[in-house]
């Protein structure tokens, strides 16, 4: 899984609860994103920054919200506003752009009950 | 949104065989990667094909790329049951605001001993 740690590997929350996703990099990349990936399907796009303090929003930010302070971090809240948030969440980096190759942790698999 | 589609959805082969996957996409692309998944791992990258680019190779996998066709194909030879796996492809396109790749929804490999 490269140089990219997520934490944890598993989490458990209540319905109506925030939670907060781990993903760090020791890479030196100034891309992040982060993905979803549910049962048998495709990774879909959440957010993703090329740069400190500058995000995007991608195919599915609803309900989800990021920060990138440090090179280094870029973690992931699953607000209560997420309507259905059970799912595998996959964080990667690249160098720069999608021209790049993507480094990928080990994912995070989320269930909310 | 725009996606790769991998094709068939899944493949299951005896080891020693060749096994073929097939990604067909929508619009013009800057590369094209195709990355494998263990279950419930994170992706790890294969190999990145660019757009002037018809056939590469890395080891046992060939990835060929027709931009007429609009579709990419991954071979790998001598298949072992170790190739067991999810694969997807990934298209980085050229639109004012590719800075994400889109995942198709991959092809599940199963390669008996």
Not at chain 1, 6 to 27: A, D, H, I, M
Not at chain 2, 92 to 109: E, I, K
Request: aromatic share 10%.
């Amino acid at each position: 899984d490269g140089g990219i740690t997520q934490s944890p590997k598993y989490l458990f929350r209540k319905e109506g609860q925030n939670v907060t996703l781990s993903c760090e990099q020791n890479l030196n990349h100034d891309a992040m994103y982060w993905y979803r990936q549910d049962p048998g399907q495709g990774l879909r796009l959440i957010y993703y920054s090329q740069i400190v303090n500058d995000f995007q929003k991608g195919d599915i930010a609803e309900g989800y919200s990021v920060s990138r302070e440090k090179k280094e971090s870029f973690p992931l809240t699953v607000t209560s506003a997420q309507k259905n948030p059970t799912a595998f969440y996959l964080c990667a980096s690249s160098p720069r752009t999608v021209i790049y190759e993507q480094y990928f942790g080990p994912g995070t698999r989320l269930t909310v009950t | 949104s725009q996606q790769g589609e991998e094709d068939p959805q899944a493949l299951s082969i005896q080891e020693g065989e060749n096994a073929t996957m097939n990604c067909s996409y929508k619009t013009s692309i800057n590369n094209l990667q195709w990355y494998r998944q263990n279950s419930g791992r994170g992706l790890v990258h294969l190999i990145l094909i660019r757009s002037n680019e018809r056939e590469k190779h890395s080891g046992r996998l060939r990835v060929t790329l027709d931009t007429s066709k609009k579709s990419s194909s991954l071979l790998i030879t001598a298949s072992q049951a170790a190739d067991t796996a999810s694969y997807f492809c990934a298209t980085a396109y050229n639109s004012g605001s590719a800075r994400q790749l889109t995942f198709g929804s991959g092809t599940q490999l199963t390669v008996l001993p």
